[in-house]
């Protein structure tokens, strides 16, 4: 025993635990949300089963499962939960009942020892619906106005196709509310600006505001037709009806204009779970959000996020670069530059709140605030560029992945070896050519490795975000139809920010949990394949470097 | 450049052709060439010098947003004029509107007239209805925002009168009309029954109605409540006065206030005391409170309410300016309590006059200064001599602190701009312990908005700075001996191919977004710890004792066995142990629980007097330290791999055990490393923002229980700025505090890049 102590081992062991511990942390919290993440899909069987309460009374319960865990009595006699008494440790089961609009609790813990045995029926119905969340019910009979088109079994066969038609004429309802209307609404918007810049400039010309009334009055014609057809889809998808019996006996009457899916889990073949589980993703991907975003998609954000790191992209790759080059290609070598190249260096520790900040009171407030002032005076006091949005958003995070770029590219650039540049010189080359033709294409990879860095970095960045242009739901994506297309003043959507957002600002947390776990593992993808790529390109760099120096 | 061969030039005649282009070709050529390369040389120039120079701008800008804040308030002579008012009268009251527009001058023979500030133009004159041979013995004012003043006759009645404004925007442009309210009728109301000269009077009005005090030329103290009521027959309001005879004092009465809840009278006296009355029932009303303010043979020459009337700023003979209010003491009684003495004035201070909205004041004395100070902050703003040595009767300033008056003895109306906007900060009030209205001891908050008008902002950021300072020192005692253990054991012991995994792995750990690990931490990690305290300690026990027991079993298992597992790879041996015993300290939790907790771990913290917030410093120091660990570790783990590989080996050839070596060896050498590690690390826990944004309740306290939360500067930063009005102190406020992170962090990082850069050089040397 002692010499097992004087040799050191336990101390080395004792060091490998650490190790081993920071490991598994990482794949165990990498683990947890892809299962979490991906689970979320995937259609869980609806339990059906009665809780007999202690003080007599009996409910039945349908729902899914979401958690189990095991804890002593005086816990759950903490939360006001009924338990069988001669005992010390209970399993309690939170389970979704939704049902939202019917019983105002979507979710509930229940003893264990208090149900009865979990039954699994075969026409247990869960709707997905565009409010109140999910129904957990019996279907009864499916109506077309008041007249019943199906029963029993054949309700199942007429609903599904009338879901689906309803989901198409959705659609419809909504590209012209977003886009047909939403267009209008732009040009009624820059008709007013017009009008008031008009007015501002004194301008008395009647004719002018002519030309604006009759411009308008076509835009209102236009306007009226799309309400009109509106209308018309508004009342095709009012058609049909369902009939539903709850858990607590009653018969439900649902609009399946509400109902975005529905689907009889229990039954389900692996197949059919499957096609669920990628039409489930594929909303998720490509959908909006609904329901204060704890359902539907998170396209604007993957979109707003793209958007915000590509104009960053645009902005810091030629910035980055020419500070690199300069720092280490033209300027002179001594303590001056030195300590410049450390104070760029630890920018990138600087914390990014404080880039925010810089970016709120600087671009947002100093430099909007001014453009607003020469360019968009008609529009005050309504901000245009006065306001956090994407273009600011873009330029703190430029600045924030600055020193990324820059660290990055300085360190290809002092790869190259010096017969690489003395040879280019020797060969009569100006410092240009040498630059241009030799050192920056083979600095290229390590100008990409910063370029990909700093890209991983800014889209995993919320903090200076919430300062400079992310909001919670953006009613518009910064590209879109109209003139100009590309609207730098827009606030947008972000990944990170959603997290945040659906997460700790979310009236319902626990229904919302699922899609910020999915949420979350999109963004850790996206973020990991980045930085892979990144660490690839930099080993395939160092080998070739190594093979030039030798 | 050397000559290194003969230039071979084409000699004329001979039938060597040259290939080159023409002279006078080349010749552009190289100035086509010369100027690309100046061009890019400007350009590159140009690029980079101004890349720099816009990230050094960030401190410049964060620097001068807070600047403003330490500067002293300044004021400028606009005009000076005597208000336009019948010659002999003398003036007891001037004010001004919010958009100093209209100004307005009341005289104690009862004339009034409203006039331009800034020219002294009349607008509006008139006299109000005060019987002939009585005269105005006596004026007193309310809460500046109510611009309620009150006239005290000779023959025991009282007159009030508001001046009030209204606002209309014909054509655009704004218009300040002015009118003369008398909200207690036009008459004057009896105050003394027994018709004696009021000597002081003070108005109020609170919800309950109208009160006044009054003090009568034979010494006695009388307290009016006035309530309207509406008769619902006729529809006529009659006004009921109820008037009290208050125990008075021995000595002359120099002063009056009433506070807006009709609650408290004081009574400020020519011995230099300070009287508290609670009349909030009058009948029953007696003094309760008595204070000598003022050193023996000076009177209480000015005294006043600040905004919200709990403040009382006392100003005496002696030209001293001190703060008092009423603080409950441990029986739930109200003293008066001296809180601070502000710069005192070279001669008896004649007038103090509040702000409209803040907990400001001027004060002005007989000598012609007047004065600028801050409550909170304790700060004198400025002083400056506006009369030339003549006393000052009035000092008062425009609603939005943009304007002053200043009257002297000789009736002349002194005009000034003001500009006093950030008198909230200094030095004491951002960090060290300030005693705030309404508490009963100095204390450190934060609590930058409120609902009400009166509310006192309180600018400490040391619940803010303790809070960083509280959640980086949790993340770093979880964060530092994984992340340095696991750098040596990676460095030194681990076999390439499993090191060639383990640091990508951790590189890209990161890179991960702290947004996740924050709402793993709030959503997850916090809930489970709640559930499952004991785990967390019995995981902190259990844990090390399982690596020596696995290491013990080891070392005692058979040759053949160990051999199948070459060293370096303990790690790996070691996970699915950490596994196991990490399981089962979760199993274990709710046995534990009920053995040594009564069942419920939280529930007896509670009973142990330990607040438990379920978002805690235990799981921001987690959670963060989750966060720090990649940084340290692949810093530190450099610095021990970069140890000269021949120390090592000399040392083991010297037959030290590897361990001795790793202790002796190469820790000392890369120490410089390895603290440089821990500084970064730090800087980026102090920085981070979203996990303590959402692992912990943001609540802004001061203490380092670690099962209660914390509010960091960064936190603050993104929990308050987007709502902070633009150029206001709050938003500068948050602004230094953003320059504090910017400071911080910069120094921990460059003080680590110093070190590292000696490290590097010692190995080249070694």
Redesign the interface.
């Known amino acids: 025993m002692r010499d097992w102590f004087k040799s050191g081992a336990p101390w080395i062991w004792l060091n490998a635990g650490a190790a081993a511990i920071s490991l598994i942390m990482v794949f165990g919290l990498i683990a947890l949300i892809a299962v979490r993440g991906l689970s979320h899909f995937w259609p869980s069987p609806i339990l059906e089963t009665t809780v007999h309460h202690t003080d007599g009374t009996e409910e039945r319960v349908l729902g899914e499962l979401r958690n189990t865990e095991v804890v002593p009595v005086a816990v759950v006699a903490a939360m006001g939960i009924d338990f069988p008494e001669d005992q010390e440790l209970v399993t309690r089961y939170l389970i979704q009942l939704g049902n939202r609009d019917l019983t105002g609790r979507d979710f509930a813990w229940f003893v264990g020892d208090l149900m009865d045995e979990w039954q699994f029926p075969d026409d247990a119905l869960v709707l997905e619906r565009t409010e109140w969340g999910n129904f957990y019910g019996y279907l009864l009979r499916v109506k077309e106005g008041d007249q019943v088109v199906g029963e029993g079994e054949a309700a199942w066969e007429e609903l599904f196709p009338r879901v689906a038609r309803a989901g198409d004429l959705r659609r419809q309802i909504h590209r012209i509310e977003r886009f047909d209307i939403g267009a209008i609404n732009t040009q009624m918007e820059r008709i007013r600006l017009d009008e008031r810049s008009l007015r501002a400039r004194g301008e008395t010309d009647p004719a002018a505001f002519e030309r604006l009334r009759e411009r308008r009055a076509e835009l209102d014609q236009q306007y009226a037709v799309l309400e009109a057809e509106r209308a018309e889809l508004y009342e095709r998808i009012a058609r049909d009806f369902l009939v539903a019996e709850s858990m607590d006996g009653r018969e439900v009457t649902i609009p399946i204009a509400n109902v975005v899916r529905a689907a009889r889990p229990n039954t389900m073949s692996f197949f059919e779970k499957l096609g669920h589980y990628f039409d489930k993703f594929g909303e998720f991907v490509g959908g909006f959000p609904r329901e204060a975003n704890t359902e539907g998609g998170i396209f604007p954000a993957i979109f707003g996020t793209v958007m915000m790191v590509l104009l960053m992209s645009v902005v810091v790759t030629p910035l980055g670069v020419l500070a690199a080059i300069y720092l280490r290609e033209y300027a002179k070598q001594g303590p001056f530059v030195q300590t410049i190249r450390i104070s760029v260096n630890n920018l990138a520790g600087v914390p990014s709140i404080v880039f925010g900040v810089f970016g709120l009171g600087f671009f947002v407030y100093w430099v909007g605030g001014s453009i607003d002032d020469l360019f968009y005076p008609e529009r005050l006091p309504a901000p245009t560029f006065g306001t956090p949005g994407l273009m600011w958003a873009s330029l703190t995070l430029a600045l924030l992945t600055l020193p990324v770029v820059i660290v990055a590219t300085e360190e290809g650039l002092t790869r190259i070896p010096r017969s690489v540049r003395e040879g280019s010189l020797a060969l009569g080359a100006t410092k240009a050519e040498t630059l241009w033709r030799v050192i920056v294409p083979m600095a290229a990879p390590a100008m990409m490795t910063g370029l990909i860095l700093a890209v991983a970095r800014a889209a995993g960045e919320v903090a200076p975000l919430m300062l400079v242009g992310v909001v919670k739901l953006a009613p518009n994506l910064p590209v879109d139809g109209n003139f100009p297309f590309l609207h730098l003043e827009r606030k947008f959507m972000h990944l990170g920010f959603h997290i945040y957002d659906v997460g700790f600002q979310s009236p319902n947390v626990e229904a919302a949990r699922p899609l910020v776990y999915a949420t979350a593992l999109m963004l850790v993808f996206i973020i990991i394949v980045l930085n892979l790529t990144a660490i690839a390109i930099r080993n395939r760099l160092r080998e070739k470097a190594k093979a030039v120096a030798e | 450049m050397n000559e290194i061969g003969t230039e071979v030039t084409p000699q004329a005649g001979s039938n060597i052709k040259s290939l080159l282009p023409k002279a006078k070709q080349r010749e552009r050529l190289r100035r086509w060439?010369?100027f690309?390369?100046g061009?890019?040389?400007n350009?590159?120039?140009a690029?980079?010098?101004s890349?720099?120079v816009?990230?050094?701008?960030?401190f410049v800008?964060?620097f001068s947003?807070i600047v403003p804040m330490f500067l002293p308030a300044s004021i400028e002579r606009a005009s000076e004029y005597r208000p336009p008012l019948p010659e002999d009268a003398r003036i007891v009251h001037v004010s001004m509107e919010r958009y100093r527009e209209v100004a307005f001058a009341l005289a104690k023979d009862g004339s009034y007239v409203f006039f331009r500030p800034a020219t002294g133009l009349p607008i509006l004159e008139g006299r109000l209805a005060i019987p002939d041979g009585v005269e105005v013995t006596a004026f007193g004012h309310g809460e500046p925002r109510t611009r309620l003043s009150v006239l005290g006759l000779s023959d025991g009645r009282a007159l009030a009168v508001r001046d009030a404004y209204s606002l209309t925007y014909p054509d655009g442009v704004r218009l300040v009309t002015p009118k003369i309210e008398f909200p207690l009728g036009e008459e004057p109301l009896p105050v003394d029954p027994e018709g004696r000269r009021l000597i002081e009077v003070a108005i109020q009005e609170g919800v309950r109605g109208f009160a006044m005090a009054a003090a009568t030329d034979d010494g006695r103290l009388l307290l009016s409540q006035f309530t309207a009521r509406r008769d619902f027959m006729t529809g006529r309001t009659t006004l009921d006065v109820d008037t009290v005879e208050l125990p008075s004092l021995d000595a002359g009465i120099t002063r009056l206030l009433l506070s807006i809840d009709l609650r408290d009278l004081l009574v400020g006296d020519a011995e230099g005391r300070l009287t508290y009355y609670d009349v909030s029932a009058p009948a029953r009303a007696r003094p309760v409170d008595s204070r000598q303010v003022l050193p023996d043979g000076f009177e209480v020459s000015a005294l006043s309410y600040l905004l919200g009337t709990v403040s009382i700023i006392v100003g005496g003979s002696d030209g001293s300016v001190t703060q008092w209010f009423l603080v409950r003491d441990d029986q739930n009684v109200r003293h008066l309590t001296r809180i601070r003495d502000f710069d005192p004035h070279p001669a008896a201070v004649t007038s103090i006059n509040p702000e409209y909205s803040r907990k400001g004041f001027i004060t002005a004395d007989a000598k012609g200064n007047v004065a600028l100070k801050f409550a909170t902050s304790s700060r004198s703003l400025m002083m400056q001599n506006v009369v030339n040595e003549r006393p000052i009767s009035h000092a008062i300033l425009a609603p939005r602190n943009d304007g002053l008056f200043a009257l002297d003895a000789d009736d002349l109306l002194h005009y000034y701009e003001v500009d006093n906007p950030h008198p909230q900060v200094s030095f004491r009030a951002l960090w060290q312990k300030v005693w705030y209205e309404g508490r009963s001891q100095p204390e450190y908050v934060w609590q930058s908005s409120s609902a009400t008008d009166e509310f006192e902002p309180k600018f400490s950021l040391v619940p803010m700075t303790l809070g960083t300072i509280k959640a980086a020192f949790y993340a770093m005692l979880f964060a530092m001996?994984?992340?340095?253990?696991?750098a040596?054991?990676?460095a030194y012991?681990?076999t390439p191919r499993m090191r060639g995994m383990?640091k990508?792995?951790?590189?890209?750990?990161e890179?991960?977004?702290?947004?996740?690990l924050?709402?793993?931490a709030?959503?997850?990690f916090a809930p489970f710890v709640e559930?499952h305290l004991p785990a967390v300690f019995s995981v902190l026990i259990l844990?090390?004792l399982?690596?020596?027991v696995?290491?013990?079993i080891?070392?005692k298992l058979p040759r053949g066995v160990r051999k199948a597992i070459p060293d370096g790879w303990?790690?790996?041996?070691?996970?699915p142990f950490?596994?196991l015993t990490g399981w089962f300290c979760v199993e274990m939790s709710?046995?534990l629980?009920?053995w040594f907790f009564?069942?419920?771990m939280r529930?007896w913290l509670t009973d142990q007097g330990i607040t438990y917030d379920q978002r805690n410093a235990l799981v921001v120091g987690v959670a963060m330290g989750?966060a720090v660990?990649p940084t340290i570790?692949s810093i530190a783990e450099d610095a021990i791999f970069n140890v000269p590989r021949h120390l090592t080996q000399g040392s083991l050839a010297l037959g030290a055990?590897?361990?001795?070596t790793?202790t002796r060896v190469v820790l000392l050498t890369a120490s410089p490393g390895i603290f440089s590690a821990v500084m970064?690390g730090l800087?980026?826990a102090?920085?981070?923002?979203?996990i303590v944004?959402?692992a912990t309740g943001n609540s802004p306290i001061v203490n380092f229980n670690i099962f209660e939360g914390m509010r960091t500067l960064?936190a603050n930063?993104?929990v308050e700025?987007?709502e902070a009005e633009?150029g206001g102190t709050h938003y500068r406020i948050?602004?230094l505090s953003?320059l504090v992170?910017?400071v911080l962090?910069?120094f921990?990082?460059?003080a680590a890049?110093?070190v590292r850069q000696r490290l590097r050089k010692k190995y080249a040397s070694l």
Do not use: C
């Not at chain 2, 816009?54 to 960030?58: E, Y």
């Not at chain 2, 102090?686 to 979203?690: D, I, P, R, S, Y």
């Open positions: 060439r010369g690309k390369d061009t890019s040389r350009v590159v120039w690029g980079g010098v890349v720099i816009a990230l050094g701008l960030i800008y964060l947003e001996p994984l992340a340095i253990m696991g040596i054991y990676s012991f681990m383990t990508p792995t951790i590189e890209i750990m890179a991960l977004p702290t947004v996740i924050g709402f793993l709030g959503l997850w559930r844990m090390p399982t690596m020596l696995v290491s013990f080891w070392a303990e790690a790996a041996v070691l996970v950490i596994i709710p046995h629980e009920i009564n069942g419920d529930q989750f660990i570790f055990t590897t361990w001795q790793v970064i800087g980026r102090v920085g981070e923002t979203m944004l959402m960064s930063i993104a700025l987007p633009f948050l602004f953003a992170l910017f962090t910069f921990l990082n460059t890049e110093i």
